[in-house]
């Protein structure tokens, strides 16, 4: 059996046209831009339109990463779609999104770890690689929260958007790839975010239910540790990170974690003032847009970290690849 290393080789994006201002929320809600600047960072967030479905951003996004990538369907044999938001209760979103780009070989499989999503797909795709179960994988986040969301709860609906990004993976030279994932998740946290409906409960989608001031005080501690974990397994001393890539939840728990890492604030992918929490797309969303504009370049030191619903956390060490801009000047676009 081959072990080998993963790389991450081209990114690509996508954002639904419509924007929601926090001012249009506060227009129609008991709510205020200033109270979800100051409380989240937040300042607009995009939504999907009536129609638009996971898989139509999701193929967007991947779209762009195989056109970046000078990449056909040809060249992916993997699909791994990571999302809470799926178009459908089955099939899997990655199969719709496979039919959609016309793909008929190959396997695809949807990851569910919420927030954490993307960084479970990321571990999922790197194993496929390694053992060489796959030679090139398209994972994508994908997410269309605007559809579970109770749009009459101002504690929950003015945090979250929607959107895709997508990476290719392909087997590493040298030593740039993927150097760990480390995934976690503890059950007993269930009620303090999940969605109260599915299929085998209330049969209805359900809406989104947050404690919100308990989310945050286990995020910040557990996101911490992780990333600790991470430079531990590695070696690293977290100085020599030149990007921190988290998930987009909260400014403040950015901000902390950044702080606890000693990392200047230039140094942070921030995404979440005109993004929102896209949950598993938000990570993809933050390192197409920082590739495509040029901070995450060959050789940097990148750590993504997430913490989600479950409660599911993790994080990731990647030397990004010196193949990983690739096609991006051909395009010369912007992640919008
Ligand atoms: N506008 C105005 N006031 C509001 C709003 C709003 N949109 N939402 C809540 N409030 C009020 C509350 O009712 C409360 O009022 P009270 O004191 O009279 O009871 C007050 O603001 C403070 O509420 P808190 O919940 O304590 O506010 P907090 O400072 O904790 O901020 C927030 C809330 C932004 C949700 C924060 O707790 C947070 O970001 N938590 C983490 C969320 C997160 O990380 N999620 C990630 C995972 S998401 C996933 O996996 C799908």
């Given at each position: 059996?081959?072990?080998?290393?993963?790389?991450?080789?081209?990114?690509?994006?996508?954002?639904?046209?419509?924007?929601?201002?926090?001012?249009?929320?506060?227009?129609?809600?008991?709510?205020?831009?200033?109270?979800?600047?100051?409380?989240?960072?937040?300042?607009?967030?995009?939504?999907?339109?009536?129609?638009?479905?996971?898989?139509?951003?999701?193929?967007?996004?991947?779209?762009?990463?195989?056109?970046?990538?000078?990449?056909?369907?040809?060249?992916?044999?993997?699909?791994?779609?990571?999302?809470?938001?799926?178009?459908?209760?089955?099939?899997?979103?990655?199969?719709q999104v496979q039919a959609m780009l016309g793909m008929t070989h190959g396997f695809a499989l949807d990851v569910h770890a919420v927030c954490t999503g993307f960084v479970y797909g990321l571990a999922v795709a790197d194993n496929f690689i390694r053992l060489g179960q796959a030679n090139r994988v398209l994972l994508v986040g994908a997410e269309t929260f605007s559809r579970i969301l109770d749009w009459d709860d101002r504690s929950t609906c003015v945090l979250f958007g929607d959107g895709a990004g997508a990476v290719v993976l392909e087997p590493a030279t040298g030593d740039c790839g993927v150097l760990s994932t480390h995934l976690h998740s503890d059950g007993r946290y269930r009620d303090m975010l999940h969605v109260d409906g599915g299929p085998s409960t209330t049969r209805h989608v359900g809406h989104l239910k947050m404690n919100g001031r308990e989310v945050f005080r286990h995020a910040t501690r557990k996101l911490t540790e992780v990333v600790e974990e991470a430079l531990l397994a590695n070696e690293i001393e977290a100085s020599a990170v030149d990007w921190l890539v988290p998930h987009q939840a909260n400014r403040r728990i950015i901000d902390a974690t950044a702080r606890k890492l000693g990392l200047a604030s230039d140094r942070v992918i921030v995404t979440i003032d005109r993004h929102a929490n896209t949950s598993a797309a938000s990570i993809p969303l933050a390192l197409a847009e920082a590739t495509a504009d040029g901070r995450i370049s060959p050789g940097d030191l990148v750590l993504i970290e997430a913490m989600g619903g479950g409660f599911t956390w993790g994080a990731a060490l990647i030397r990004w690849s010196a193949t990983s801009r690739r096609g991006a000047s051909a395009t010369g676009e912007a992640a919008r």
């Open positions: 059996m081959i072990i080998r290393r993963s790389a991450v080789v081209a990114t690509g994006s996508y954002l639904p046209e419509r924007r929601i201002t926090n001012q249009e929320l506060a227009d129609r809600l008991d709510t205020s831009d200033a109270w979800i600047r100051e409380r989240t960072g937040i300042m607009q967030r995009h939504v999907a339109a009536e129609g638009e479905t996971t898989s139509d951003l999701a193929c967007h996004a991947a779209r762009r990463a195989l056109a970046r990538g000078g990449l056909g369907v040809a060249d992916i044999d993997c699909i791994v779609v990571a999302t809470a938001t799926p178009d459908y209760t089955f099939p899997a979103t990655a199969t």
